[in-house]
């Protein structure tokens, strides 16, 4: 007697995307299966269990052989081993390098050291991630980050051009990379509030204002600091010759919306307020401070915190303290222009660590 085999032959290699997000999130195997039992698979296509698990260990073993073309898109667009559609190439590449914004926020900072992924099982019990995906997700970044750092012109496009990343998914990736090239500090613990999502908008200002601008037919780099700009932001101490006319201007034009309390907080302490935001630009010139950047706002924002304000008080004052001091007689050449791009730094930054402290 004979046993009678299905046999199903295809050119193309299938892709399950319930079951490769399942695989992208670490789990193994067994628990795909019963993820996939418990959505109720087998009533809806009457597979039994047993079925359910040879194809789900299936997909997990072509899933294991694309992953060393994965850790090089290149080498998958051009292999031939797989027969795999553009759409199915796509999904492929963008969900195996994706990554949880709560992995990420605790490798910002770190060295992507053999060291630290060592120590990724911390990170795996403190973010309720599955540590294979830790470890990919780190792999990912240290990827990316040796094949562009180096890399002239714009650091997404050039992502972009090398993994075949969505544009928003290299932005992503871009925050990450220029946070670690200048080696901000982002994990003392007067920054843990801070989530991922913060210091990527944060990063995205400063890449998009304190940069060397985009010229054509020269080399740039993205994670290269406009020196020039930065040594001219000790020239804003200008503005301490003109604090008593500032202040004037700042305080007349806050006092209609301010309470009472916070007016009179405003009046008192003007000074600490404007000096430590002059200080603070006319410090960055030198890499120390640069790199303390996030620590420098955070404490001042303490100084606001101590003085009770809401976040809505600081960001009229922040526009009014920066759209008053270009109402004084400075004649300085490009003080508006410097100014101006200081403060849409400085504010926005301020702004952003604000409502995270405050949630």
Not at 167 to 183: G, T
Request: some cysteine; proline content about 2%; hydrophobic content about 40%.
């Amino acid at each position: 007697m004979h046993a009678e085999i299905d046999v199903f032959i295809s050119n193309y290699t299938l892709v399950d995307p319930e079951i490769y997000q399942h695989w992208i999130d670490g789990l193994p195997a067994s628990e795909a299966v019963r993820m996939l039992n418990q959505s109720g698979l087998g009533l809806i296509t009457g597979a039994s269990l047993e079925l359910i698990a040879s194809d789900v260990l299936d997909h997990y073993r072509t899933y294991s052989l694309l992953e060393k073309l994965l850790s090089n898109p290149n080498k998958l667009q051009e292999q031939s081993e797989f027969q795999i559609e553009p759409q199915t190439r796509k999904l492929l590449i963008e969900k195996y390098y994706e990554f949880d914004d709560s992995v990420m926020r605790e490798l910002l900072g770190k060295k992507l050291s053999s060291k630290h992924r060592k120590d990724l099982d911390e990170v795996a019990e403190k973010t309720k991630v599955a540590l294979k995906s830790c470890r990919r997700q780190f792999d990912n970044v240290k990827r990316v980050f040796k094949v562009v750092e180096e890399m002239p012109g714009s650091m997404v496009q050039n992502i972009r051009k090398a993994f075949f990343l969505p544009e928003e998914l290299a932005k992503r990736y871009a925050c990450v990379i220029f946070l670690a090239c200048l080696r901000f500090e982002t994990s003392k613990r007067k920054l843990q509030h801070v989530s991922f999502g913060a210091f990527k908008k944060c990063t995205e200002i400063i890449m998009n204002n304190w940069t060397y601008p985009v010229q054509a037919n020269t080399e740039y780099f993205d994670t290269e600091m406009d020196k020039e700009f930065l040594t001219d932001l000790r020239d804003l101490r200008i503005l301490s010759e003109k604090e008593k006319e500032h202040k004037h201007l700042v305080c007349t034009s806050l006092r209609p919306t301010f309470l009472q309390k916070t007016y009179n907080e405003l009046e008192t302490n003007f000074r600490f307020y404007s000096r430590a935001i002059l200080g603070l630009a006319a410090a960055l010139h030198r890499t120390r401070e640069m790199r303390n950047l996030f620590v420098e706002l955070s404490l001042i924002i303490e100084l606001w915190k101590q003085g009770g304000w809401t976040m809505q008080d600081l960001e009229s004052f922040l526009n009014a303290f920066t759209k008053c001091a270009l109402e004084l007689d400075i004649r300085e050449e490009d003080f508006k222009k410097t100014w101006e791009r200081y403060m849409k730094v400085e504010a926005e930054t301020q702004l952003r660590t604000w409502v995270q402290r405050r949630n």
